[in-house]
Nanobody, 125 residues
Framework: VQLQACGGGSVQAGGSLSLSCVAS????????VGWFRQAPGKEREFVAANTWNGGATTLADSVKGRFTIFRDNFKNTVYLRMNSLKPEDTAVYYC???????????????????WGQGTQVTVSS
């Protein structure tokens, strides 16, 4: 499967953005999907994940109540809706796919086999 993350951009604090992770080559319903981000000078960190059918999701504590992950398997796309953005959300955001179809969403990078290129999100104060 190939993944393409898109939808990044620049926004002021308090604003919203929606990222899309579009799969090609295979149906995204075969994969759990996670979103990760990497800020300048920092390690990549987990943001959100859901299972292959979207039945279970998990979010990092830093984004709970502000971000939502959901998917449309008919469109072969997983979304990350980001509200109430803060400057500390500034990062390159990546989506990744886990072909093992776990029953619970996974937060560890090592559990994802396929990665898309990143999309930049910049939040100004």
């Amino acid at each position: 499967v190939q993944l393409q993350a898109c939808g990044g951009g620049s926004v002021q604090a308090g604003g919203s953005l929606s990222l899309s992770c579009v799969a090609s080559g295979r149906q995204i319903s075969s994969y759990g999907v996670g979103w990760f981000r990497q800020a300048p000078g920092k390690e990549r960190e987990f943001v959100a994940a859901n299972t292959w059918n979207g039945g279970a999701t998990t979010l990092a504590d830093s984004v709970k109540g502000r971000f939502t992950i959901f998917r449309d398997n008919f469109k072969n796309t997983v979304y990350l809706r980001m509200n109430s953005l803060k400057p500390e959300d500034t990062a390159v955001y990546y989506c990744a796919a886990d072909g093992l179809r776990p029953t619970l969403p996974r937060a560890a990078e090592s559990q994802y086999q396929y990665w898309g290129q990143g999309t930049q999100v910049t939040v100004s104060s």
